[in-house]
């Protein structure tokens, strides 16, 4: 920008230097929650707490400027973002992360419930009536702009393609030795098989807290006196090894499949599963129509945990309860991320959705959402529509982008306390869709909106201009192709703001020009039209922008790969693309480097 206004770099450099200039120096406040992709596990984090994390770890890489810490990033973290190019949402790699200090915070709210707080030299990204897909500054926004959004969020898990999950090994990397030596292994015949296998004197599986029970092996013994192929899936299903505790006779299967039945069940349990503090029993209560529900999860219990279940109804609440009294399906729930340690949490039940849930295979995350409609949801009657309701924000946030991850663009509502409830809750909506089977039908048509006014008129004006077609009325048109005529009249009704495009109107551009002879002089037009409705974003219109205070630092990342700068991740409340901060002149190692090599130039001239 410098070499094309006319400016020397060396010129640039005394401005910059001068105005303590930077550029898009952008953040989100410290409690935004983003999406991350870590060690092949998907994630949502406070974009604060875990930059604040990575600072600490690696405080001597750190490059401090201008009251902004920037810290270059080795790979292993990776967000979701869309090509600039291409306008196609992938997964890439963070390049540096950076923190600075507060700042003043604007909080931008969109329809379907979307909103992010950002600083007001922020970009959010939008689109302009000539098809242009550009940043804008939040202090630049104003209240009926269109932003992007994901429409979906693809990601394929292909480091962990694990079809079980091994409760043994999950358990010795997650728990601490108190808690892996109230844990029994059983039968009697493994720890013999063990014995003999490894050669151990039978004494030395005698724990501290079961010196009359010698026959009883745990799994902080387990982990002490054998190696981890001793454990593993094959021989655990041989000996149909068995997790419980002491005075437990229900003990749960130490090998549990990761199919769809199991992912319905943990979404039953996440919306109306209750863990007792006294005995940790499960308890599942349902109202008396949706009788099958319980039957269904108590028969998945049976069947894949290995726990037996015992359905009654609840005279004094009113409501039929699935009981399962384990201790042992505690800790695995526990271990799937389903359950919290009291403890250290101070509740039982967790508020967000686990992290292997949000990495699961679209087909998964289906049974898991359909579980949890059983759960806690509802359906409209009149027409399609899959309510799924919570008491906790940060629950139904996680939900939203569930349905992300399948495709599903989903509104958040805030309502208000009625009947007994102290607090507000959350619906999370899908119109039209089938809750059982999660197809949707029909697309809402606010999702289906671009908002490029001026892109479609421009081809005829183009096509007028080099004399293909002699005018732009109804009635020059009409001699050429009736059909030209009605794109025409769309065209001309979006240009003066009547209606505004959708993907379906706009396929029709795209179809009929790329079998026309005007596709050669209208090429690139109809390109951008069909990356537009190619795209995996969704335009929503901004409701309200206001001011928030902000006493905390605010934090971004730096999103480039070999060179391409894709610029943006997904941050905020439902998921917004954000764009990213691009750093100061003087930390930028190639504008630097030829910045120098021109300096030393005009020096010698």
């Not at 507060?102 to 379907?112: C, N, Q």
């Not at 759960?375 to 992300?404: E, I, N, Q, W, Y």
């Not at 002089?521 to 409705?533: D, Q």
């Not at 190639?590 to 130039?601: H, K, L, M, P």
Request: hydrophobic letters at 35%; aromatic letters at 10%; a positive charge.
């Amino acid at each position: 920008e410098a070499l094309q206004s006319g400016k020397t770099i060396v010129d640039f450099i005394k401005e910059s230097r001068r105005n303590n200039l930077s550029i898009d120096m952008a953040s989100l406040a410290w409690d935004q929650q983003v999406i991350i992709v870590e060690k092949g596990k998907m994630k949502r984090v406070r974009i604060g707490e875990f930059i604040d994390e990575k600072l600490r770890q690696s405080a001597g890489r750190i490059i401090n400027f201008n009251n902004s810490e920037y810290m270059k990033s080795d790979g292993s973290v990776l967000v979701p973002a869309f090509d600039p190019e291409t306008l196609q949402v992938g997964v890439y790699p963070v390049s540096a992360f950076i923190r600075h200090k507060p700042k003043k915070i604007y909080e931008v709210s969109l329809e379907f419930g979307r909103k992010v707080k950002v600083t007001g030299d922020h970009s959010l990204f939008t689109v302009t009536p000539a098809g242009d897909v550009r940043p804008i500054f939040v202090r630049d926004l104003k209240v009926g702009d269109y932003l992007a959004c994901p429409a979906k969020i693809p990601f394929e898990n292909n480091k962990n393609p694990e079809s079980e999950i091994n409760l043994v090994k999950e358990a010795i990397k997650f728990f601490d030795d108190e808690t892996l030596a109230k844990i029994y292994v059983r039968p009697d015949a493994f720890r013999r098989y063990l014995v003999d296998r490894y050669h151990l004197r039978d004494k030395k599986l005698i724990c501290k807290y079961e010196v009359d029970q010698r026959h009883r092996l745990t799994l902080l013994k387990l982990k002490k006196y054998f190696p981890e192929e001793a454990y593993s899936n094959e021989i655990l299903r041989k000996w149909k090894v068995k997790l419980g505790t002491c005075g437990s006779n229900n003990p749960v299967n130490s090998v549990i499949p990761l199919n769809e039945q199991l992912f319905w069940v943990l979404g039953l349990i996440l919306a109306d599963g209750n863990i007792t503090s006294s005995n940790h029993n499960l308890e599942i209560h349902c109202g008396d129509h949706e009788l099958h529900f319980l039957e269904k999860a108590k028969t998945i219990m049976d069947r894949f945990f290995g726990v037996r279940g015992h359905i009654y109804k609840d005279r004094r609440e009113r409501c039929s309860k699935l009981l399962v009294s384990s201790s042992g399906l505690y800790y695995a729930l526990r271990l799937l991320g389903v359950v919290e340690d009291r403890q250290k949490t101070g509740r039982l039940k967790i508020e967000h959705v686990p992290e292997m849930i949000l990495s699961a295979k679209e087909e998964h995350i289906k049974s898991f959402l359909a579980g949890y409609w059983a759960g806690d949801g509802t359906k409209s009657p009149s027409r399609l529509k899959m309510v799924l309701t919570t008491s906790c924000p940060s629950l139904a946030d996680d939900l939203c982008h569930l349905f992300l991850r399948i495709g599903i663009v989903a509104s958040i509502y805030k309502s208000k306390p009625c009947g007994l409830a102290h607090r507000p809750y959350y619906n999370v909506i899908v119109e039209y869709c089938d809750p059982q089977s999660l197809k949707v039908t029909k697309n809402r048509k606010r999702t289906q909106r671009v908002p490029c006014y001026d892109l479609p008129y421009t081809i005829f004006q183009k096509l007028r201009n080099m004399g293909l077609i002699k005018s732009l009325g109804l009635k020059g048109l009409r001699r050429v192709d009736s059909q030209l005529v009605r794109l025409w009249i769309n065209a001309y009704s979006w240009r003066l703001r009547r209606r505004t495009p959708t993907k379906p109107t706009l396929r029709r551009f795209v179809e009929y020009f790329e079998k026309s002879p005007f596709i050669g002089a209208v090429k690139e037009e109809v390109e951008k039209i069909k990356r537009l409705i190619e795209s995996n974003i969704v335009w929503l219109r901004v409701v309200s922008i206001k001011e928030v205070e902000n006493d905390k630092n605010v934090y971004d990342f730096e999103v480039e790969v070999q060179g391409k700068k894709i610029n943006n991740f997904i941050g905020g409340t439902g998921g917004l693309f954000c764009h990213n901060t691009q750093m100061p002149l003087e930390i930028l190692p190639n504008i630097r480097d030829e910045a120098t090599n021109v300096f030393f130039r005009n020096l010698a001239t």
